[in-house]
């Protein structure tokens, strides 16, 4: 029989094909001992070899290590590497097969209770999952364990955006100038195109695009220490020059070659991040703002001009157009605007008086 009853009152399951045996499994019950065999049949019959999953799981995050190394982003690739520094030992010395969603969880809680922030758990998150994607592939296992299985929420403060208000923006940028006009331009240009800094480092002279309207095209970006790559969304986009920007642009682009490097300082070099902001004195003069910040200040001043929040998505290459209403609630909606100036009608009048901001966003 293959569930046979043993001396202890355990029950054991033995898997076979044919007249070979291929894995046999004791249980307490003879319930889970069947449901057992009926999984292994099942995968067996699928073409997974459970022999093939005994192998511990330490060893098969090594081999497909070696594998990420040629076929993923160097990004991705320095993700996967933490797998082995962020795996629970118990987990690593498991067999690949006896891996389940109740350690995948564990180790989730784990981690956040080391105090490791939810969004790198979501990165560990992608990685556990491709690994135990490939051994599914190899058919080492049957059923990723990490499907299913959600990263924990945080019930933590969300970190606001805040933007520079145009009135705050002029006054950064006339400050920024006095130490080096030509990065206080770059980061006013910044401020109205919402280039991520990266991208703004590999933007070159040809892709100033002037027809049918001004703009940018946005195709790759170089984070300082890395190479060239594709932008954070794998597309290209194109953002708009306005004329506040655009003479500026057109003045930095004049004299260079098409392949030429666009936004760079005064004697022609790379932007780096840690040079520009100790030129500008930005601790001084961004009120405590990170230069991410001037991203975000471009997404608002579009949208507080009008433009409507699909186009606004577009131009900041948000894959979600959630990631874009986050600037909808920090500026509030046209309904906000209603309702707060219903609320300041004068009680012996029949119109609202819109109430005066200084330096503030104005729909």
Known sequence: ?????????????????????????????????VAWLARERAALAGGVDPRAGRERVRALVIRWLQIRRTTVAGKTYRSD??????????????????????????????????????????????????????CVREKMIATNPVTGV???RQSHVVDELDPFTEPM???AHAAWSEASPQLA????????????????????????????????MVRRSQPEG?????????????????????????????????????????????????????????????RGRRVHDLRHTAACLW?????????VQAWMGHESIATTNRYLHFMGTGADLAGLERLNIDPGGTRGARQETSGGWER
């Open 1 to 33: 029989m293959s569930v046979v009853k043993l001396p202890n009152g355990r029950w054991r399951a033995k898997l076979k094909s044919g007249r070979v045996d291929v894995a046999s499994k004791a249980f307490d019950t003879r319930r889970e001992a």
């Open 81 to 134: 590497q933490d797998l082995l520094r962020l795996m629970p030992t118990s987990m690593l010395a498991l067999q690949a097969s006896a891996v389940s969603g109740r350690e995948v969880a564990r180790s989730f809680e784990a981690l956040l209770a080391s105090g490791l922030a939810e969004g790198s758990v979501r990165r560990y998150r992608a990685s556990l999952s491709s690994f135990f994607g490939w």
């Open 150 to 152: 959600p990263v924990p």
């Open 169 to 171: 923006l002029e006054d």
């Open 185 to 216: 331009d770059i980061l006013l240009v910044l401020a109205w195109t919402g280039l991520r800094w990266g991208e703004a480092r590999a933007m070159r002279v040809e892709d100033v695009m002037q027809v049918p309207t001004p703009g940018l």
């Open 226 to 286: 890395q190479a060239l790559k594709a932008t954070k969304g794998r597309a290209s986009r194109r953002v708009p020059l306005a004329n506040r920007v655009l003479p500026i642009v057109l003045g930095l682009a004049a004299g260079k070659a098409s392949s030429d490097l666009l936004l760079t300082t005064a004697s022609g070099a790379q932007l780096h991040r840690t040079a520009v902001v100790r030129s500008v004195k930005w601790a001084e003069t961004s």
């Open 303 to 311: 949208l507080a001009r009008g433009v409507d929040p699909g186009t």
